[in-house]
């Protein structure tokens, strides 16, 4: 089993509609979790951090985790064709910080 | 505040020729990163740093690859000698704590031919 699994897209949806993207992992001990966002020949940039069950919310960003079923997910609300990009999940895991390998989004005008 | 810097963006090199790429933090940054990046994929820990001591080396390929930071500010990372499956982008990052959001620089995109 991968320590932190991702769907790898591409998820499609249309300008204006919620993107809802999912991770699951493996440790049950994790304790930190983050979003990074990577556009095509970027380095990842930073969009969430999450450390405690429940929702978390940044503008049009929702990071939500549920450490009892082991995922965390991110909402992102009115989604704009700026957000096409890859989302990597990362979480602590097995003493280290542990990325997946991303989903990618594809937002249509 | 300035960016973790990481220089060269790119290079091309050969199978069997060494190269070494430099990574400066973010000021007052303890933690260093270094990332193995290969196309379609999350990124790899290669190497972490807490100050001037390794914390994980445990991904790095210790025949081909070090890395040291030797005054717990800036880092360099080589690969000597480099092979065709070495091609991809070598990220740093860096991080106030242990564990904590990290800040990733632009990246060495690496070609091996």
């Known amino acids: 089993q991968k320590e932190v699994e991702q769907n790898s897209g591409p998820l499609s949806v249309p300008e204006g509609a919620i993107a809802s993207l999912n991770c699951t992992y493996s440790?049950?001990?994790?304790?930190?979790f983050f979003w990074y966002r990577q556009y095509s020949g970027k380095s990842p940039e930073l969009i969430m951090s999450?450390?405690?069950?429940g929702d978390k919310e940044d503008g049009r960003f929702t990071a939500q985790l549920n450490k009892a079923s082991q995922y965390v997910s991110l909402l992102i609300r009115d989604s704009q064709p700026s957000d096409s990009a890859t989302y990597l999940c990362?979480?602590?895991?097995?003493?280290?910080?542990?990325f997946g390998t991303g989903t990618r989004l594809l937002v249509s005008p | 505040e300035a960016g973790v810097a990481q220089s060269p963006r790119y290079k091309i090199i050969e199978k069997r020729q060494s190269v070494a790429f430099w990574c400066n933090p973010i000021?007052?940054?303890?933690?260093l990163y270094w990332y193995q990046q290969i196309l379609g994929q999350g990124p790899k820990l290669l190497i972490q740093?807490?100050?001037?001591?390794?914390?994980?080396d445990s991904q790095l390929p210790k025949d081909r690859f070090s890395a040291e930071r030797l005054k717990g500010v800036d880092s360099t990372l080589k690969i000597q000698p480099a092979k065709l499956e070495d091609s991809a982008v070598y990220l740093c990052?860096?991080?106030?704590?242990?564990?904590?959001?990290?800040?990733f620089g632009p990246g060495t995109r690496l070609t091996v031919l």
């Open positions: 740093f807490q100050n001037n001591g390794v914390v994980d």
């Open positions: 990362a979480l602590t895991g097995f003493q280290k910080l542990v």
């Open positions: 990052a860096s991080s106030p704590v242990l564990y904590n959001e990290q800040f």
């Open positions: 440790d049950r001990v994790s304790q930190s």
């Open positions: 000021s007052g940054h303890a933690t």
């Open positions: 999450i450390y405690s069950n």
